[in-house]
């Protein structure tokens, strides 16, 4: 078993093969990577959305297939990624977490809030992913936007950003954290309190 999962949502688009993570598909991205022919250790979700014929597709390019119940509490992503924690892995990255749906989106941002420092969403012009207590480095990394939101309030500091912060007192109102910028190649944040989301981003 690799040390990284990627679970592919239903509009993760094309997906770059690598060998050095396993793929799990929730519910219609599990039809996305079998369309691609890429293999998975595991496709769950209740698959209401795919006909017969695809769900048979979805089970030959599968090691192992979970089918939920329509009727559940949890979203077939926060599933998926509960389901990664369970078997060991250290690190999910999620694909296609922002989509059409805006509620779905809200949700794979809170996932990343809710397992901070294990889920991470990755897309063409972002990556997101959540920190809690701690110091920690950041670099340009082609991704030149940083902006930093809390959802239950922290107590944060940046330093080597065009806008730096020190022990500031931030709040899930505070917006002015939006589009912050490196002036080097790296800048740290200091999480004293809380838990802070941040969202790396290019045009």
């Not at 690598?18 to 769950?44: C, E, H, N, T």
């Not at 809030?113 to 959540?130: C, M, P, Q, S, T």
């Not at 002015?176 to 490196?182: A, P």
């Amino acid at each position: 078993m690799n040390k990284t999962a990627v679970i592919a949502l239903k509009l993760c688009g094309k997906v770059d093969y690598r060998s050095d993570v396993d793929y799990i598909g929730a519910d219609k991205g599990a039809l996305v990577l079998a369309d691609q022919g890429i293999p998975m250790v595991l496709a769950v979700g209740d698959f209401d959305s795919v006909s017969d014929d695809e769900f048979t597709r979805i089970e030959k390019a599968s090691d192992e297939v979970i089918r939920l119940n329509p009727i559940k509490d949890d979203a077939d992503s926060e599933h998926a990624v509960s389901e990664a924690q369970r078997r060991g892995y250290e690190k999910v990255i999620l694909l296609g977490a922002a989509g059409r749906r805006i509620d779905h989106t809200i949700v794979n941002l809170r996932l990343a809030l809710k397992y901070a420092g294990f889920v991470w969403l990755e897309d063409d012009y972002n990556r997101i992913h959540a920190v809690s207590e701690g110091t920690y480095v950041l670099r340009k990394d082609g991704y030149p936007y940083k902006s930093f939101f809390t959802q239950e309030g922290a107590l944060v500091s940046l330093e080597g950003f065009q806008y730096p912060l020190c022990d500031r007192e931030l709040t899930s109102m505070d917006l002015y954290t939006v589009s912050n910028e490196l002036v080097r190649e790296e800048g740290r944040l200091v999480v004293k309190r809380g838990k802070i989301l941040i969202i790396e981003s290019r045009d």
